[in-house]
């Protein structure tokens, strides 16, 4: 998952968070098997981040059988547990290269929803 516009433009935010559902190898993203958006003209706190990125998560078309993946400044570095308490999922930050890839698809996906909106 990422999320786009977590900054001030224009005295608004605008925050699009992009959930990934893929499948991954030991070294790289094998496929996408469906993606989640949500919004929040909230200010970029640690609790506004995480519902909206719970709301992209409960978007995508079935329930993640993994964890939800994420960068660490997604979630300001909080702990891992105290993130997954918010998404309900299990949760973790990237360890591999193929949950890389996935955040990084993720990453062009909310950027591209976020200048849709603007």
């Keep these: 998952m990422d999320i786009s516009g977590r900054h001030e433009e224009s005295g608004e935010y605008l925050m699009v968070a992009a959930a990934v559902h893929a499948t991954v190898g030991t070294n790289r993203?094998?496929?996408?098997?469906?993606?989640g958006f949500a919004t929040s003209r909230n200010?970029?706190?640690?609790?506004?981040a995480a519902t909206v990125v719970a709301d992209a998560v409960g978007k995508l078309p079935e329930p993640p059988e993994g964890p939800v993946v994420a960068e660490r400044g997604e979630f300001y570095g909080e702990p891992e547990l105290t993130v997954e308490q918010y998404l309900g999922p299990s949760f973790k930050y990237v360890e591999s290269i193929a949950e890389r890839e996935t955040v990084q698809a993720a990453h062009h996906a909310a950027y591209a929803a976020r200048k849709l909106f603007l």
């Excluded at 993203?29 to 993606?35: F, T």
């Excluded at 200010?43 to 506004?48: A, D, L, Q, R, V």
């Design 29 to 35: 993203l094998d496929g996408v098997e469906g993606m």
């Design 43 to 48: 200010p970029p706190t640690f609790e506004n």
